[in-house]
């Protein structure tokens, strides 16, 4: 069973306008953590935002947010006010556990944002 | 600082032939990872380590091998090369981190062509 599932292989949004990149997750572990990677065409792997299990509040990175709702499993990436560099591959990853050892730390499939001018 | 360090960048690769992916990182990091990323896809876990002389297999973990002799390198090793080998290889690590937001840092990836 896909532990991470970003149901959107592809999206557009307008230059300027603000975005959601959905992530859903499964775990039953109470301890996890949620983060979320920007692959640009360049290849790096660069680590955006994170989210833990027990924070009370969404977290928050310049123009990066996390919808947290933990209920619904669902940890969606908002970006405001998109530029054309935020387009590239998003990845949503989890940590189950307290611990980054080994297979604790799974990685969605990716959603390909573009980011029309 | 560095970061991860991966070399290296480009590659291409007879079948049958092998070859060896290093990785070095230089942040004392005990936790160290080789993922591989197909064609429109995720990262998928080959081997892993938690530490000079300890590793593991990951997701897919067939035709490859890795060793960690240092806390600082770990290196991937392909012998007799498939194409189904043909891929990006990204080296990372992590501290060891109870609960906190640390994620990985990666490399910058190997692009591997197997023909």
């Known amino acids: 069973a896909q532990k991470i599932t970003q149901t959107q292989p592809g999206m557009f949004v307008q230059e300027k306008e603000a975005v959601t990149l959905d992530c859903t997750y499964d775990?039953?572990?109470?301890?996890?953590?949620l983060f979320w990677y920007k692959q640009p065409s360049s290849g790096e792997m660069i680590f955006l935002i994170y989210?833990?299990?027990?924070?009370?509040q969404n977290a928050t990175e310049g123009r990066y947010s996390l919808n947290f709702q933990k209920a619904r499993k669902s940890a969606n990436l908002v970006i405001s006010a998109s530029q054309l560099g935020d387009s590239a591959m998003y990845f949503c990853?989890?940590?189950?556990?307290?611990?980054?050892?080994?297979?604790?730390?799974?990685f969605g499939p990716g959603t390909r944002l573009s980011v029309l001018p | 600082n560095a970061g991860v360090t991966q070399t290296p960048k480009f590659r291409i690769l007879k079948i049958g032939q092998s070859m060896t992916l290093q990785c070095a990182q230089d942040?004392?990091?005990?936790?160290m990872y080789w993922y591989r990323q197909d064609p429109g896809m995720g990262l998928k876990l080959i081997y892993y380590?938690?530490?000079?002389?300890?590793?593991d297999k990951g997701e897919v973990p067939n035709g490859y091998n890795v060793s960690r002799s240092t806390t600082e390198d770990f290196p991937l090793r392909l012998e007799l090369a498939a194409p189904s080998q043909t891929s990006v290889y990204f080296c990372?690590?992590?501290?060891?981190?109870?609960?906190?937001?640390?994620?990985?840092?990666f490399g910058s990836g190997t692009r591997l062509t197997v023909v």
């Open positions: 989210q833990g299990s027990y924070d009370q």
């Open positions: 775990t039953s572990d109470p301890s996890y953590g």
């Open positions: 380590s938690v530490g000079a002389g300890i590793t």
């Open positions: 990853a989890m940590r189950e556990g307290r611990d980054n050892y080994g297979q604790n730390f799974v």
């Open positions: 942040m004392n990091h005990n936790y």
């Open positions: 990372a690590s992590s501290p060891i981190s109870v609960g906190t937001n640390y994620g990985y840092t």
